[in-house]
């Protein structure tokens, strides 16, 4: 019998522009006027309830009016949306509405509408492009760069999804201002996750900042949008799919992303992020990465932030424990974690290696002193 070489080499050029700045419905409009997905007409904008009437439906008009075909397609605000039949929900209406391999996805919402839209785009029709239009600090700092697209399942968190990276993301920096405090609280996690791992400048800045950034002074808010787009795309160029630097992204999300399933998403992400991210200064300080100092400052900047270091009584540690099995770094059935290096850098234990194996014992210590 023959052997057939089925040969597919190809280059593919993701590259997008991430646009910053104010009101930016007019710029996102003007740019599908001008070309950006092509010939494409007709859109379906994916958003959650507690974006529609502030961004969706406004964003969605304008685009009409443009003679643009819009269809909008709504599912409940919160994690407990991100899922598999959320997702099925949405792609057959868009069915039911005629949308077929000429069409386009715009996400506009937070790190849950973009994440399961991009995978819904990804999927759709063998995959369509779409659009990242975040109105929140927490997308704009995570979710919606970077090309992860994942959803929930009761066992896990983002383990069923893709690589898809979208073609432009629009971070409107004015709409933080409608944000309520826990929101805006909860995206700052992550932002102080970046200076972290990457930043001891943008540490202090934050640490000095922090009441102009609450209050939306201008030159906070700029200052912590570039600096988070530019920590995050640094990494995501150098390691799109995740096969050894980008790994750095995922500190405090060993515990945080644990934290926040068995807090049946009670829990914000950022809130669950804060207590992972005490949870790993404490595991660093105690591996001597870091001092305790160091570690102390970490954590007292997040709770100036208002944001919870301690695990709620209510959460039960021992199943806490468990789930942290869940992790996507596990490997081999070992937990493994990404460790801070003082303030502003990550451990790097070997060539392209930044999670550490973590024997449970040490994990459970850590876990019962929070």
Request: aromatic share 8%.
């Given at each position: 019998?023959?052997?057939?070489n089925?040969?597919?080499?190809?280059?593919?050029?993701?590259?997008?522009?991430?646009?910053?700045?104010?009101?930016?419905?007019?710029?996102?409009?003007?740019?599908?006027?001008?070309?950006?997905?092509?010939?494409?007409?007709?859109?379906?904008?994916?958003?959650?309830?507690?974006?529609?009437?502030?961004?969706?439906?406004p964003?969605?008009?304008?685009?009409?009016?443009?003679?643009?075909?819009?269809e909008?397609?709504?599912?409940?605000?919160?994690?407990k949306?991100?899922?598999?039949?959320?997702?099925?929900?949405?792609?057959?209406a868009?069915?039911e509405?005629?949308f077929?391999?000429?069409?386009a996805?715009?996400?506009?919402?937070?790190?849950?509408?973009?994440?399961?839209?991009?995978?819904?785009a990804?999927?759709?029709?063998?995959?369509?492009?779409?659009?990242?239009?975040?109105?929140?600090?927490l997308?704009?700092?995570?979710a919606?760069?970077g090309?992860?697209?994942?959803?929930?399942?009761?066992?896990?968190?983002?383990?069923?999804?893709?690589?898809?990276?979208?073609?432009?993301?629009?971070?409107?920096?004015?709409?933080?201002?409608?944000?309520?405090?826990?929101?805006?609280?909860?995206?700052?996690a992550?932002?102080?996750?970046?200076?972290?791992?990457?930043?001891?400048?943008?540490?202090?800045?934050?640490?000095?900042?922090?009441?102009?950034?609450?209050?939306?002074?201008?030159?906070?808010?700029?200052?912590?949008?570039?600096?988070?787009?530019?920590?995050?795309?640094?990494?995501?160029?150098?390691?799109?799919?995740?096969?050894?630097?980008?790994?750095?992204?995922?500190?405090?999300?060993?515990?945080?992303?644990?934290?926040?399933?068995?807090?049946?998403y009670?829990?914000?992400?950022?809130?669950?992020?804060?207590?992972?991210?005490?949870?790993?200064?404490?595991?660093?300080?105690?591996?001597?990465?870091?001092?305790?100092?160091?570690?102390?400052?970490?954590?007292?900047?997040?709770?100036?932030v208002?944001?919870?270091?301690?695990?709620?009584?209510?959460?039960?540690?021992?199943?806490?424990?468990?789930k942290?099995?869940?992790?996507?770094?596990?490997?081999?059935?070992?937990?493994?974690?990404?460790?801070?290096?003082?303030?502003g850098?990550?451990?790097?234990?070997?060539?392209?290696?930044y999670?550490?194996?973590?024997?449970?014992?040490?994990?459970?210590?850590?876990?019962?002193?929070?």
């Amino acid at each position: 019998m023959s052997v057939f070489n089925v040969e597919l080499k190809k280059v593919v050029d993701d590259s997008y522009d991430i646009e910053m700045g104010y009101r930016l419905e007019d710029q996102l409009v003007e740019d599908l006027e001008t070309g950006l997905l092509g010939k494409i007409r007709k859109f379906a904008v994916i958003t959650d309830s507690n974006v529609l009437d502030l961004y969706a439906k406004p964003i969605s008009e304008k685009l009409s009016k443009a003679g643009f075909k819009v269809e909008l397609f709504v599912f409940p605000a919160g994690e407990k949306s991100k899922t598999r039949q959320t997702k099925a929900k949405i792609e057959d209406a868009m069915l039911e509405k005629g949308f077929r391999r000429d069409c386009a996805v715009i996400a506009i919402g937070g790190g849950v509408v973009t994440d399961l839209a991009g995978f819904l785009a990804g999927t759709y029709g063998r995959g369509v492009p779409f659009i990242n239009y975040p109105p929140t600090l927490l997308a704009a700092a995570d979710a919606s760069v970077g090309g992860k697209t994942a959803v929930d399942t009761p066992l896990a968190t983002n383990l069923i999804g893709l690589f898809n990276q979208p073609r432009k993301v629009y971070i409107d920096i004015a709409a933080w201002k409608t944000l309520p405090k826990r929101q805006m609280a909860s995206g700052m996690a992550e932002t102080i996750k970046h200076a972290c791992l990457a930043s001891r400048e943008m540490f202090e800045f934050i640490e000095e900042n922090l009441d102009d950034i609450m209050s939306f002074q201008k030159f906070a808010c700029e200052y912590i949008a570039e600096n988070n787009c530019k920590i995050k795309y640094d990494v995501v160029m150098k390691d799109e799919r995740e096969s050894g630097l980008r790994e750095v992204l995922n500190l405090g999300h060993t515990v945080g992303r644990a934290i926040e399933t068995v807090s049946d998403y009670r829990l914000l992400h950022g809130e669950a992020l804060s207590i992972g991210m005490a949870a790993m200064v404490l595991l660093s300080a105690r591996l001597g990465y870091m001092s305790e100092e160091e570690a102390e400052r970490v954590t007292k900047l997040y709770e100036r932030v208002g944001l919870p270091t301690r695990i709620p009584d209510y959460i039960d540690r021992e199943a806490l424990v468990k789930k942290l099995y869940t992790d996507k770094k596990v490997r081999d059935g070992k937990l493994r974690f990404v460790i801070e290096k003082g303030i502003g850098d990550v451990v790097e234990f070997a060539p392209n290696v930044y999670a550490k194996p973590i024997e449970e014992s040490l994990a459970r210590e850590i876990i019962m002193e929070l």
